[in-house]
């Protein structure tokens, strides 16, 4: 008996102290006003970029099967971007009406775009010579757009990791994930005194060898330095499946769904990555996603109430592609245009579909019109909600009315001005965002 009340005490202090090194003391988490300020942004540029540009195949996921880990490991040496320039690619960002720039300081292949000082394998040691994050963290400052981080858990080229090859099942006795996790944490320590990012986009986190306790720790490491930090939810371990939503015991700030838009979720905040291309890293003649697709996604996510975090691959030179350029400049013509229905608004209170979605602010309901064939639109009923009036954002009043059940019918011009989302305003009687 006495055997067993030792075992249960036992397994009770295991489980107790695991759950504690699981969880994030809620003191320290990222403030609501914070969170808020970074869901206001509703638009970022993602960058997937190192030497693997060099091959045009996928950055690390190529390593050891499209290209030979020998090679892959090698190309760093050649890896000479003279023709970039931090002011082009956040100008570009800016012009595109991304309010955020995310850079993979360091992705599976372990490349480090900084002058780390906890690994030989980085830019310094390339014939470039020059700390890429750093020229971008300037020239966000100097642009005033948010300067953000991505951040790899798992490095397939660091000994100390485990797994050395994508999908690798077989952890190497030779390596030691501790020794792994003081680099890293002295990795982050230089990225976040160094450059001060306002948010780090973790990755990486769904291998065996990260443990969801690693995580916790390194969340809490992490707003020791910078309390407002923003943090995704990719620094603990993966549940498995898709990148989890934000539920109990996720440790991070935000959900990240990828290559799609999240589920409209007025609680938890979330943002969508995805690319404008097809491969995260720049590919030749990677097929470019049409206008309508770029305004749509951009719609939907912010109808959903999430931002987008849209992923631009330059080329080995250090150019972004000029197609890509043109892309996200017709994205930010459009921005100019409606703006207002996209940044610093709620989503909802409809579920985005293929005929519209909603976004809101104050008294005013911002209709995204994406299919303008029927000559009517229904919004279905807000309870106690009545439309004062209605018009086109930046044009002309729209035709509307009312029926007894409280549904909305909007009555469409035969020519709306923008095939791809008109944007029609309705100011209520109550303010939009509490409904
Ligand atoms: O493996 C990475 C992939 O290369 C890319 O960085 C995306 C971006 O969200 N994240 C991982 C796949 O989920």
Same mark, same amino acid.
């Given at each position: ?13 295991? *489980? ?30 993602f ?10 195949? %996928? ?61 030989? *394998? ?42 050395? /090859? ?37 990755d990486?986190?769904? %291998? ?13 490491? /992490? ?9 995704n939810?990719r ?7 898709e990148h ?11 959900a990240t769904p990828e290559q799609k838009i999240g ?7 979330w943002e969508t990555c995805m690319t404008?291309?097809?491969?995260w ?28 975090l849209?992923n ?27 703006? %207002? $229905? ?23 309901? *911002? ?39 409280? $549904? ?28």
């Amino acid at each position: 008996m006495k055997q067993l009340f030792t075992l249960l005490v036992l397994l009770s202090t295991f *489980y107790q102290s695991n759950a504690q090194t699981t969880a994030v003391n809620p003191s320290i988490k990222t403030s609501k006003a914070v969170l808020d300020d970074f869901m206001d942004q509703r638009f970022g540029m993602f960058i997937h970029w190192g030497p693997v540009t060099l091959r045009g195949t %996928e950055i690390g996921w190529s390593r050891g099967t499209n290209v030979p880990v020998q090679d892959y490991d090698n190309l760093y040496k050649e890896f000479n971007p003279v023709l970039f320039n931090a002011d082009t690619w956040v100008k570009t960002a800016k012009e595109a009406g991304m309010k955020y720039l995310t850079i993979t300081s360091k992705h599976h292949d372990g490349f480090c775009l900084w002058p780390t000082k906890f690994s030989d *394998y980085n830019i310094m040691n390339s014939p470039y010579k020059k700390d890429i994050v750093g020229e971008l963290a300037k020239a966000c400052k100097k642009y005033n757009v948010k300067f953000c981080v991505y951040f790899t858990v798992l490095d397939w080229h660091d000994p100390n990791y485990p797994i050395h /090859l994508p999908d690798g099942k077989n952890a190497d006795p030779k390596s030691d994930i501790h020794k792994f996790i003081a680099t890293m944490k002295s990795q982050l320590q230089e990225i976040v005194t160094q450059y001060h990012p306002y948010m780090l986009w973790f990755d990486g986190n769904w %291998e065996s060898p990260w443990k969801n306790e690693y995580g916790a720790d390194l969340y809490t490491f /992490l707003k020791k330095l910078d309390p407002n930090v923003i943090i995704n939810n990719r620094i603990g371990a993966s549940q498995g499946g898709e990148h989890p939503k934000l539920t109990e015991g996720i440790i991070g700030d935000f959900a990240t769904p990828e290559q799609k838009i999240g589920e409209l979720n007025m609680k938890n905040p979330w943002e969508t990555c995805m690319t404008i291309c097809q491969q995260w890293a720049w590919k030749p003649n990677d097929n470019l996603k049409t206008l309508k697709e770029c305004i749509q996604t951009l719609a939907k996510t912010s109808g959903g109430n999430g931002n987008l975090l849209f992923n631009v691959g330059p080329m080995a030179d250090g150019r972004i592609e000029q197609r890509q350029i043109n892309r996200l400049k017709e994205m930010g013509d459009w921005l100019a245009i409606y703006g %207002e $229905s996209i940044y610093g608004t709620k989503g909802g209170p409809y579920k985005p579909n293929e005929i519209f979605a909603t976004t809101r602010k104050n008294n005013k309901l *911002y209709v995204h019109i994406f299919d303008g064939k029927s000559a009517d639109v229904i919004l279905p009923a807000l309870e106690g909600v009545k439309v004062n009036q209605a018009y086109l954002l930046k044009g002309s009043k729209i035709n509307y009315s009312q029926n007894t059940d409280g $549904s909305i019918v909007l009555r469409l011009p035969e020519h709306l001005p923008n095939a791809d989302d008109s944007v029609i305003v309705l100011e209520l009687n109550t303010n939009a965002e509490r409904i």
